[in-house]
């Protein structure tokens, strides 16, 4: 049997219930000037826990088929986005 795919990539989107969106990026060579291309991908991944939130690098593996167009989950976060989105509210 084949290898699951496995991506390593940053949550776009976390305002679903277990659901986030993780945006891939890999390189790719132009067909005609060889100029090398980043290309991106958004999968929508399942997180039971819910421990992935927006701006985290996560790593995800293919899985069978959860939902209509969820095929991924979350492994584990490998990297915890930066806290500058915070803001306090004065009252």
């Known amino acids: 049997m084949g290898r699951h795919k496995e991506f ?3 949550v776009v989107s976390d305002k679903m219930q277990k659901t986030v ?10 067909h005609k000037y060889g100029r090398i291309i980043k290309r991106y991908n958004k999968y929508k991944a399942h997180d039971e826990k819910e421990s992935a ?3 985290d690098q996560v790593k995800i593996v293919q899985t069978r088929p959860m ?3 969820k095929r ?3 492994v584990a976060v490998v ?3 930066p806290l500058a989105d915070v803001q306090i509210k004065d009252s």
């Open 72 to 74: 991924f989950r979350v």
């Open 79 to 81: 990297k915890k986005a």
């Open 67 to 69: 939902s209509k167009d």
């Open 21 to 30: 969106i993780v945006r891939i990026m890999h390189l790719s060579k132009h």
């Open 53 to 55: 939130k927006l701006g």
């Open 8 to 10: 390593i990539g940053t």
